[in-house]
Nanobody, 123 residues
C-alpha cells in the first residue's frame, strides 16, 4: 500500500511560481514512476507531467518550458516546479504513483493517487 500526500498549492498571480510536493509512503518509492495530473472545474482530469524510476520525464505540451518534474528518492518526494503560471493552470493537482516504474501518461496506468492540492492563478 502506498499513500501520497500533496502540498504546496495556493493562490498566485499570473506569471508567478509555485512548487508542489508529493510525499510517498513505502520503501519502494525509488522504483515507482510518478505523475502529476490536474482537473479544472467542469473539465476532465488531464496529464501534466511524469517521471520514471530512472529520471526520464514527459510533459503535456501546454506546460513544456514552464513546469519541471523532479524526484528526491532519499525523501520519498516528487516535485512539480511551476513557473510563469497562467490562469488556465488553475486546477486541483493530483500526484499519482505507478509501481511498474516506466513513464506513464494515462490515468489508468496509475494505481495510487493523492487527495489533490488546489492551485489558483489570478489574472
Amino acid at each position: 500500500q502506498v499513500q501520497l500526500v500533496e502540498s504546496g498549492g495556493g493562490l498566485v498571480q499570473a506569471g508567478g511560481s509555485l512548487r508542489l510536493s508529493c510525499l510517498a509512503s513505502g520503501r519502494t518509492f525509488s522504483s515507482f514512476a510518478m505523475g502529476w495530473f490536474r482537473q479544472a472545474p467542469g473539465k476532465e482530469r488531464e496529464f501534466v507531467a511524469a517521471i520514471s524510476w530512472s529520471g526520464d520525464t514527459r510533459y503535456v505540451d501546454s506546460v513544456k518550458g514552464r513546469f519541471t518534474i523532479s524526484r528526491d528518492n532519499a525523501k520519498n518526494t516528487v516535485y512539480l516546479q511551476m513557473n510563469s503560471l497562467k490562469p488556465e493552470d488553475t486546477a486541483v493537482y493530483y500526484c499519482a504513483a505507478d509501481e511498474r516504474g516506466y513513464i506513464a501518461t494515462l490515468m489508468i496506468q496509475y494505481r495510487y493517487w493523492g487527495q489533490g492540492t488546489q492551485v489558483t492563478v489570478s489574472s
